[in-house]
């Protein structure tokens, strides 16, 4: 994870206009990590497929967007009738999620340095398939691509507006890491400013702002209200993660709303409730991206300084903190300038991703 977290750094360098530039790298980083398939660019067939398996999920998780989502029974309809557009759609997105999975599995089938080696190595009295690994490292590959763009974009837009924060971080990470060295995850304990910035990343913009469509499956009471089971209920998630009671000045980035005497606050509402959605539906992958975010963000903080873009009058250009509409949301295309904060902080990313 560490050395993905410092290749993920080192491709993103070279493209200022990171909302464009992030979900492909965010990709690449992923297919690394899952498949250890070594992409440089967004132009690799497995990083588009599961681009594209973001942009179908997005389309069909809206829920009342098609027809058919209210009469059922269209579903039946020949795909040639005018009128019957999802059916042709859903055909598309199909070959996609058959795609997503098989594809890069087959091609690492006999590699031995990947993920792979880890399913059922301790699965005592646990059938083993291949299908579980092939699935698991699809539903990796695929869902983690788009929404840790997302958060990485969010990210380089906070320490671009403001600037304070990062400066805290480095900070920390210069007292507590030696010389010549990337963070591991093992210093977490001692880097709980670091934890903080992962967590109002999180929390400033969500990666679903309002999550998908949920059936109750007992009766619920809110607030006086009777939601019967059965009912569809969509939770708002942004408007959770903004709740002034809980996060005061919600629009400013500040990690310190996170942390008390130095420490990470366990009395702040804990983010797993909302950023990874809820339930049963509750992102299986919470920790795993927290823990990807958390040394991607200290990587890049430790070798990087981030500021405004200037334009060609030397004027610097304030990025726009809104986000683009979607399932998924991102933040809106903006530039940044990204310089290693050293020759020796060079270096570093340089021998990291040899």
Not at 81 to 86: R, Y
Not at 328 to 346: E, G, L, T, V
């Amino acid at each position: 994870m560490s050395t993905s977290a410092s290749k993920l750094s080192l491709l993103i360098v070279p493209y200022p206009d990171l909302t464009n530039e992030t979900p492909s790298m965010s990709g690449a980083a992923m297919l690394d990590l899952t498949y250890a398939l070594n992409s440089q660019s967004g132009e690799d067939r497995f990083v588009q497929l599961a681009e594209q398996a973001n942009q179908a999920l997005g389309e069909t998780a809206n829920t009342g967007l098609y027809l058919v989502d209210a009469f059922p029974m269209l579903k039946y309809i020949p795909r040639w009738i005018p009128g019957a557009d999802f059916k042709r759609k859903a055909s598309k997105f199909r070959q996609i999620a058959v795609a997503l999975p098989e594809e890069p599995f087959k091609d690492v089938i006999t590699k031995d340095l990947s993920l792979m080696e880890t399913f059922g190595r301790d699965a005592k009295g646990v059938a083993y398939t291949e299908d579980v690994p092939l699935k698991t490292l699809a539903s990796i590959h695929g869902g983690g691509a788009d929404t840790t763009a997302s958060t990485l974009s969010a990210f380089f837009l906070a320490m671009t507006l403001f600037p304070e924060v990062q400066y805290k971080a480095q900070r920390e990470l210069d007292n507590v890491l030696s010389s010549g060295r990337f963070p591991e995850l093992r210093d977490q304990p001692s880097l709980p400013y670091i934890t903080a910035v992962v967590k109002e990343s999180l929390r400033w913009k969500p990666v679903i702002p309002l999550n998908v469509v949920h059936r109750l499956m007992v009766d619920d009471d809110y607030h006086g209200y009777l939601l019967p089971r059965g009912s569809f209920v969509v939770a708002t998630i942004r408007a959770l993660l903004y709740d002034e009671a809980a996060y005061p000045d919600p629009s400013s980035f500040n990690p310190d709303r996170f942390l008390k005497n130095g420490e990470l606050d366990p009395n702040v509402p804990d983010l797993a409730t909302a950023a990874f959605g809820f339930g049963r539906r509750m992102c299986p992958g919470r920790h795993f991206v927290q823990d990807l975010l958390w040394i991607t963000f200290a990587s890049v903080l430790t070798t990087f300084t981030i500021s405004k873009a200037v334009d060609e009058n030397g004027i610097e250009i304030t990025p726009d903190a809104a986000d683009n509409p979607g399932l998924i949301s991102h933040p809106k295309p903006f530039q940044c300038m990204i310089r290693p904060r050293s020759n020796m902080h060079a270096e570093m990313v340089a021998a990291a991703t040899d």
